[in-house]
């Protein structure tokens, strides 16, 4: 037999079955007081000496915006305004029906099927200290990514937006932490699935890839996720953190969708494909993450039951793990990723459920409706010569 080209999911995932429970199982953090991790970035330091500004117009137009559009966590948020975890959670719930895991809890052979009101109330509280956590982690993750791509961007106007989004994300990191350390009432390490993720972005020696990993998965997947995590809350001081840190994203998943339309023009096929399994794996992973295997087992829940039990779940009652491939289907769409190598990722989202997003916007343009910084800031002059 023919020996195919292309990678097997064994290759791509460590595993034949995308659900196999024993092989996600097995991947936790055992290091979870390690204090710094090294990552090999494996790459070239690139010095262009070509420094035409604006030869990309959108890429300069991105540089300009985000000049005027940088704001102060310490001075725009307000961090005097008393937060209860609890209540939060409360009003997320009724906002939310009965709130996220009353179905599990409800299901046939429940590990949690004893919870009431006041345990389910502490679960929250824990997803939700545990998803800010794992949200600052991923922000650390694209700090050094886009500081790596500053480093391998061969292209003047790309290292000068990247730049600003090491400012950025300086600044993403800086709110979530402060507001795990002074607001809510614990944090949790990485998880090793996010890790594994942000791993192999950083160690790939291609620049595009950091852009496809960081750019389009990690930070399309952010946005989704902080957009109905904003939605959600009522908490004020969470929601404004949420919608500067918004408006952000957009510009940084803009930067992902317009820097690599243009260099995936210049791909052969099997180098597209390539950049099609490293998606899958990216996406794979995350939705791996969002199983949030150390919640359970704080809760001294049977982890491995509740995780083969949300495996089990069809897909499209998973609504909010569905909506964080909101924004990166459309933008894998756009840059043609979708249909490459005969439909190979089509395929491939179809399986894992979240084909169904990819008509939606995508964030090429859509940055510019996210911009809330300038919103304030043009309402508050409009406010002070009235
Ligand atoms: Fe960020
Ligand atoms: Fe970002």
Known sequence: MAQSPFATDEQIL???????????MAVVNTDADELVHAVKDNTDAIFTWDYEKGQRPALNKLYEKAKTAQ???????????PVDPEQILSSEMQLNGAGQFQALAEAEGSPFASFGEKELIELGVESMNWRLSQFMHGEQGALLCTAKIVETVPWIDAKYYASTQVMDEARHVEVFARYLDEKLTG???????????LDDIIADS??????????????????????????MTDEPLLKQ????????EARHVAFGVISLKEHY?????????ERQEFA????????????????????????KKVVKMLLEVPAEQMVFQQMLFSKIVPNCKKLGLLDASGG??????????????????DTGEEYLQFDAVSQDRAAASAAATA
């Open 14 to 24: 460590g595993r034949t079955d995308v659900n196999d429970l024993e092989a996600i």
């Open 241 to 248: 953190l949420l919608r500067y840190v918004m408006s952000d």
């Open 344 to 361: 190979w990722l089509r395929k491939r989202f179809e399986e894992i459920g979240v084909i169904q997003f990819e008509d939606w916007a």
């Open 187 to 197: 944090s949790y390490p990485i998880n090793a699935h996010l890790r594994m993720l």
């Open 265 to 273: 023009a210049g791909l052969s096929d099997a180098e597209l494909r």
């Open 280 to 303: 899958f794996e990216a996406a794979v992973r995350m939705r791996d993450r969002f199983l949030q295997q150390e919640v359970w087992e704080r809760m001294g829940i049977d982890t």
């Open 71 to 81: 704001w102060n966590a310490e001075t725009d948020l307000d961090w005097s305004i």
């Open 206 to 231: 291609r620049w595009d890839m950091t852009y496809l990993g960081m750019q389009i998965m990690v930070e399309g997947l952010a946005l989704a996720a902080f957009g109905f995590m904003h939605m």
